[in-house]
Nanobody, 119 residues
């Protein structure tokens, strides 16, 4: 059984930093993508950043480029998101996603972690 669990959210002032972590236990694929999504108040869920294995190629939303860094520990199925220079508009629930398969038929989500950036 696959479990995806996020941690590391919280309240931070604008300009501050936070690091999110995600553990995907029971997720065993050689080719897969792990990603961070977020959903702000009254907004749709959007992709923040992703990393695809085995190459480790990354992708970022334009709004976070240069401020956020996604990384992972492939052997431990861990995913991280280092968030710097946080802005109030980064306030959202952040979700970890793990997926694999030619049609992403293996798709798993965490429960989300709240990030609140005060101005």
């Amino acid at each position: 059984q696959v479990q995806v669990v996020e941690s590391g959210g919280g309240l931070v002032q604008a300009g501050g930093s936070l690091r999110l972590s995600c553990a995907a236990s029971g997720f065993r694929f050689s080719v897969y993508t792990m990603a961070w999504y977020r959903q702000g108040p009254g907004k749709e869920r959007e992709l923040v950043a992703s990393i695809t294995y085995p190459r480790g190629s990354t992708n970022y939303a334009e709004s976070v480029k240069g401020r956020f860094t996604i990384s992972g520990d492939n052997a431990k199925n861990m995913l991280y998101l280092q968030m710097n220079s946080l802005k109030p508009e980064d306030t959202a629930v952040y979700y970890c996603n793990a997926r694999s398969g030619p049609f992403n038929e293996y798709m798993y989500w965490g429960q989300g972690t709240q990030v609140t950036v005060s101005s």
